[in-house]
């Protein structure tokens, strides 16, 4: 009897702790000079002034290579750019007259930033900035940029290599004089996703582990109207690493069930977005028949219902969240994504790339057409991208199946040996 009123006291608590709903606020600040890396349970926040640092290199896995430019600014200007130099070569000297556009990031990944923006999504291989090298398995670099800080300045940068976890980068001004060398090694940051680094001090910054939101300043392409598209600078929020969110739209915000929208998670960072607030011209409006579900890289599902936004004077967002489910690790499995082998028919060896959400022990087998495992593979995987070389010199030409699998994923795809 003891025990039943236990389990009775017990599932009494979670369902409170379940129905509560909390009124949070968040704050840009005057002018939006604040980033604000926000963890919904216990309602944690940590704020960063984003002039202290420019460029974001992921530190998430082996064989991640993202890296991001600063696109927060306060409304007092100080932007910093990122432009695709003229010529690939290190040792040339660069006009900056001779500079397009800037390039930005794109705001659908944190695995893929502004130095990402010119790779082939068809090969595994290209990361934008450089191109993995299977055989000596680093990334080497092909794409010089030029940044111009936010003092005016112009310097041009090129990240040399990531080899095993570590980035070297090395930037001078852009007639080559006053150059400098930094390296980065990813293993320094096993508790954040990113580590930033400053130009003007030279020194690298971790952020928090395990954030679920970011509340920031960033650039986007909107439409201005007459077939022009223009980056604006606007205020939002971007979902963390390893977080997944779906939008309620057209429904009644306090009684719309999570269940329904399952199926509708995004892993993009940007599908909170900019436009949970609308701006009429006299003030800030927020939409009354929208909710959106945040579930976390733990597994627990929030709703969050923006509430107000007083704009530049305060930078004060005002929401509520509510938990409203926890999802166990064998309800929600690690899933494998962007699984690729290249090429494919192969000849000697073909180069297997996929990406994992969270560390995780991952084993693949060679099939062949009688269902016999004629090569595998285990080894724990931390999360982010990888790529594995299969070798294909003794097995016979014909078809085989390649299954990748966790304890909770399986994906199979086949190959073609010529």
Known sequence: MKAYIYTLIALFSLSVSLAA???????YGNGYVNQVYYTLNGDQSTVIDPLDWDIAFTTIGQQDAGIHINEANSNSGSDLELYLAP??????NIDPNSLGDPVYNDEKSWEFGAFN????????????????????????ATTVYVIKRRDGAYVKMEVS???????????????????????????DYPDSPLAYYSLADGEFKAIPNQWDLLFTRYRTPLDAGGGMTIQYLLTGTFSGHGVEVAEADNVNPSNVDHEDYADQYSSELDVLGWDWKDFTGMGWAIPDDRAYFVKTATGEIWKIIFDDFEGSTTGVTVFIKELVDQISSIDDPVVISEVSLSPNPATTESYLS??????AEVQWRLINN???????????????????????????????????Q????????????F
């Open 406 to 417: 966790t304890a909770g994923d399986l994906v199979t795809q086949k190959l073609q040996r």
């Open 87 to 92: 010529s690939n070569d290190f040792s040339a």
């Open 370 to 404: 009688l269902g016999a495992v004629v090569a595998s593979n285990v080894q724990y995987r931390q999360a982010g991208f990888h790529v594995e070389t299969l070798n294909l010199e003794d097995l016979p030409r014909g078809a085989y199946f390649l299954e990748l």
């Open 354 to 359: 996929y990406s994992t959400v969270e560390g």
């Open 117 to 140: 923006n010119t790779r082939d999504p068809s090969n595994p291989f290209d990361y934008g900035w450089g191109t993995y090298n299977p055989m000596l398995q680093t990334v080497e």
């Open 21 to 27: 709903q909390d009124f949070c606020e968040i704050s």
């Open 161 to 187: 290599t990531l080899a095993g976890t570590v980035y070297t980068v090395r930037w001078a001004n852009l007639d080559g004089s006053n150059e400098e060398t930094f390296t980065i090694d990813k293993a």
